[in-house]
């Protein structure tokens, strides 16, 4: 069985190769997918190095199946307590096992943690691709956490146009940090302290936070513009308001991982703010034709990325295919 790293998982899926293997992966069924998650509550004295007396710690797996094709695993634990710590070990770490479909043999294992920044990466600009403006010049990234480089650069591939990118976080000086430590090869970078002044100016919203609370409100939207939604993956939390909804054609990137999974898309179902035939298409329809995505300069668009075990599955798969 082959092992690569995070250095090989990252060279091997680039952003061009993967954005457009995982649209065509699109027109493929996945046959299962199941989720389990596993909790421990803190020990008394905290975990060597770190702070007692912490959140719960968990384990999660996510697995996905396609008949007589490949069946995979991601493994993952989520140790809040480490980014307190002395051992400099991240708090969420994993590991994705892929087995051959036909015979059940083990093919590989990948650093499931940049596997997981490239998926949910790709899968944005995959929905970038059908639903932002071809001239989009300005991205707005919300959070400045570990996902949002892989966020801008995956954006930046699907939409070249853009020549500005602007940073906001919680914590300014975050921001601030990040935007003076990345090289965009030619487009202008900055960090922003004021979230409304700009999401007003921005062509596409990229959010990526794990605030409880919507952070974008609708009435901030400009006309054109794209809105793509990667926190706020519990059934409680959003990152956008109701009059985002009520303003935008709404799209999902998989309907099994966000109706009844994520609030953004939940919470206006619940209390009726949207419903689900409101509900435009999702990746798999966009992939395939059967659906329209942008169909004005002037619409704005509403795009929740809820991930899933689908999407480590085929990325593992164009993984193992470009490896040879």
């Given amino acids: 069985m082959k ?103 083990p093919l590989a294992a990948l650093d499931g943690t940049v596997l997981t920044w490239r998926k949910t990466a790709a899968d944005s600009a995959l929905g970038a691709r059908f639903l932002a403006r071809q001239d989009a010049q300005t991205l707005l990234m919300v959070g400045a956490g570990a996902m949002a480089p892989h966020l801008i650069e995956a954006h930046r591939t699907a939409r070249p146009s853009i020549n500005r990118v602007v940073l906001w976080n919680r914590t300014a000086e975050k921001a601030e940090k990040l935007a003076r430590s990345l090289n965009l090869n030619g487009a202008g970078i900055e960090a922003s302290r004021d979230l409304e002044a700009a999401a007003k100016e921005a062509d596409i919203i990229c959010t990526a936070t794990l605030s409880p609370l919507p952070l974008i409100h609708g009435e901030w939207l400009k006309p054109g513009a794209h809105l793509d939604l990667v926190g706020a993956f519990t059934a409680t939390t959003r990152e956008a308001d109701d009059q985002a909804v009520r303003r935008s054609r709404v799209f999902v990137d998989c309907r099994l991982t966000t109706i009844g999974e994520v609030g953004d898309i939940t919470i206006p179902l619940e209390t009726g703010v949207l419903s689900e035939d409101q509900i435009q298409a999702d990746l798999y329809q966009l992939c395939r034709g059967e659906k329209r995505g942008r169909e004005t300069e002037e619409e704005i668009t509403f795009f929740k990325n809820g991930g899933g075990g689908h999407l480590d599955l085929m990325c593992a798969r164009l993984l193992l295919e470009r490896a040879g």
């Fill in 3 to 105: 092992y690569f790293d995070a250095d090989q998982v990252r060279a091997l899926l680039d952003y061009p190769y993967l954005i457009d293997g995982l649209e065509m992966a699109h027109g493929e069924d996945m046959d299962a997918m199941q989720d389990m998650l596993l909790e421990q509550p803190s020990s008394p004295d905290g975990p060597p190095g770190g702070p007692a007396g912490g959140g719960p710690t968990y384990f999660f797996l996510r697995a996905a199946w396609q008949n007589r094709k490949a069946a995979g695993v991601k493994l993952v634990t989520v140790f809040p307590e480490n980014a307190g710590g002395g051992e400099g070990l991240p708090s969420v770490q994993a590991v994705y096992v892929i087995f051959d479909g036909a015979n059940g043999r």
